[in-house]
């Protein structure tokens, strides 16, 4: 699983970098290749690849699609670090972007990495029909705006130090999170043109992994070790941040986890073997450190 997690990374940072290379050089370009590439794990990619594998979707073109997907998670990344979002000083291991680059400079890298995803799925190296390329873009902005990572991160700072219901909870890290992760689930149904019902299939058990990789995420805050991480733990605790932990405890949290998993797992089951890369890939999300 670690390997083939590895050459996902190395695969689409290669793919960013040659995009990259065709952009002119400058302050701006260092500080999104700064967010961009170094240290990020490329789950959302591996989520990619192993449903777009099991329906035989082409692995270049997963790749491709995973490295617009990136851009989306390495701009919210830049912005949630700023001072007027979480202000946090480290990610990665190394300074927040904004921190190396001053904080006008973060947002405009942020907002670039953003267009650029959409930038990428036009391109003409991507061999998919333009009607394809537009449901994909559709979707991807859906994921992206008010309904997903920017109406969740909104909801994730409005719900500090509040008592926020359960329900509220879930909700929100679907949007902030899930969201992308419901994108990369779906994707490789939409390439396929498959109908509606498995569309909306593949939608949930997409929003789900990227709910189990939120709550994860606050298990390594709440328990974490910072070095290990490449971030600062307990800062959720300090601002007060709503989680299932902060709501039910963290032995709590980690039985909801389980059970998204034996769903996920369930769900999966009718694609047989095909589906043990998923498997091996939501055990990964539940007991990394980083
Ligand atoms: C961290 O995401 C932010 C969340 C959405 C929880 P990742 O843990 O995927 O970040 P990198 O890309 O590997 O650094
Ligand atoms: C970030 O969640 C979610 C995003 C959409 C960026 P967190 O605020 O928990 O992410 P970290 O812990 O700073 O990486
Ligand atoms: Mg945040
Ligand atoms: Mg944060
Ligand atoms: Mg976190």
Known sequence: MK??????A??????????????????????MRYGLFPGGKKIRSKILVDIGSMLSVDYKT????????????AYSLIHDDLPCMDNDKMRRGKPS??????????VLAGNSLLTMAFEILTNYNLKLTEKTKINLIKKLSECAGYLGIAGGQYLDLSYE?????????????????????????????IIKKKNKKEIKFFENV????????????DLIDFKGNSKKAGKKTGKDKKKGK?????????SNAVKYCDRIIEDINNKFKKYGKNSQNIEETLNYILNRDK
Not at 3 to 8: A, H, W
Not at 12 to 30: A, D, G, H, I, M
Not at 62 to 73: D, N, P, S, T, Y
Not at 180 to 188: G, H, I, K, R, Y
């Open 97 to 106: 972007t904004h921190i190396k680059f001053g904080e006008s400079t973060a």
């Open 62 to 73: 997963l790749i491709v699609i995973g490295a617009a997907v990136e851009c989306i998670h």
């Open 161 to 189: 130090k509040k008592i926020i219901s359960k329900k509220k909870i879930i909700e929100m890290e679907i949007k902030k999170t899930g969201k992308l992760f419901s994108f990369c689930s779906v994707a490789p149904a």
């Open 242 to 250: 709503a989680t299932l932990i902060s709501l039910l405890g963290y």
């Open 10 to 31: 190395k695969d689409t940072n290669f793919f960013l970098k040659k995009f990259l290379n065709n952009q002119n050089n400058s302050e701006l370009v260092s500080a």
């Open 206 to 217: 997409g929003s789900n992994i990227g709910l189990l990789f939120q709550i994860s995420d």
């Open 3 to 8: 390997n083939n997690l590895d050459k996902i």
